[in-house]
């Protein structure tokens, strides 16, 4: 069997080495802090060298994941300094103590959020897969506030319709089972490790074996540190029924669209027909990619979010 050397990342869990800068670790600070009762962990990832092009750069991640999906994207931003915190319910931070985790709800975190840590209008706001949707109504409602916007992966089209809608509709009954269900079971058959494996090797589009290793892990490790049975469906149920364009002509901000060329989740001509819609927007498609760009292809990505902060300067 063949092995990979690993190393810890910069807030100690095993990844390979191969797939880190030696710079990651000396850039990362973790913190915590209370939004609205909750208590939430975050991570900083500073710049090795400030220049006139460094921005800050909030990160919103996607459904079940964390702060590590994006760490690839960060390490290839070295002149960026980027916070990504674990959203409420996800990771290792606290549920909503109130409300339901919505969209909306996850909007209102993100004005907690900013306030808290003093972050202005010239902040960069960047979100992937159901992050994007949370990202863009947030930006919609709060126009000002962020500048500019930038969406990975982003959900153009109602998850319920199209040819995915049947798949989307039995994974809705799978998670209204598993909350039904006695706890235990529940737990054990939302974190069963062959349903994120068929996940994962689903979205994955890479041949590069290290590299679908070190995804399928990424999954195993933290597909599964969602903080408990009601959140994880609520904002589930929110990340199937909004979608970007329903704020699109609200988006008066500029837009960047990272799109994967093989995304069958966000699929391309959802994304065309999105920017077509976005007053201002740009869209960068990389090839021979999915769902996972913040994974596969972090360095064309980090490229284009550079080029376009450079077209787009605070």
């Keep these: 069997m063949e092995t990979v050397d690993t190393a810890h990342t910069p807030d100690g869990a ?21 939004v609205d009762g909750s ?32 760490l690839r994207v960060a390490d ?17 931070s606290e549920p909503f103590v109130d409300g339901e985790h919505s969209v909306e709800r996850y909007g209102q975190f993100i004005t907690g959020f900013m306030s808290a840590l003093g972050l202005g209008p010239r902040t960069v706001l960047l979100g992937h897969s159901f992050g994007s949707i949370v990202a863009s109504h947030f930006a919609a409602s709060h126009p000002g506030a962020v500048f500019p916007l930038i969406l990975i992966n982003p959900i153009a089209a109602p998850a319920l319709e199209g040819p995915k809608g049947i ?29 994120v ?25 933290y597909f599964s540190a969602f903080a408990d049975r009601k959140s994880l469906l609520e904002s589930f149920k929110a990340s199937v029924s909004g979608h970007v364009a329903q704020v699109a002509e609200e988006l008066t901000l500029p837009v960047l669209l990272i799109a994967g060329e093989k995304d069958e989740i966000a699929t391309l001509p959802n994304q065309y027909k999105l920017m077509k819609r976005l007053p201002e927007a740009k869209l960068e498609v990389i090839p021979d990619v999915g769902h ?3 994974y596969e292809t972090p360095v ?15």
């Design 76 to 92: 290839q931003l070295p002149e960026m300094r980027i916070i990504m915190p674990d959203l409420p319910a996800f990771g290792s």
């Design 292 to 294: 996972l760009i913040h």
């Design 300 to 314: 064309p990505a980090a490229e284009a979010i550079r080029i376009f902060l450079e077209e787009h300067p605070a």
């Design 39 to 70: 208590n939430v962990a975050y991570w900083t990832y500073e710049p090795v060298a400030a220049t006139p092009a460094t921005r800050t750069i909030l990160v919103i991640h996607g459904f079940r994941g964390d702060h590590h999906g994006l």
């Design 167 to 195: 798949m989307t509709k039995l994974a809705v009954l799978y998670y209204q089972a598993s909350a039904k269900l006695p706890r235990p079971l529940g737990l054990a058959v939302l974190r069963n490790r062959l349903i």
């Design 197 to 221: 494996r068929v996940m994962s090797i689903t979205m994955a589009k890479t041949k590069d074996k290290n590299l679908r290793r070190f995804i399928h892990g990424q999954h195993d490790a």
């Design 14 to 34: 095993q990844a390979p080495s191969q797939f880190f800068s030696t710079a990651l670790p000396g850039r990362t600070h973790a913190s915590d802090v209370d």
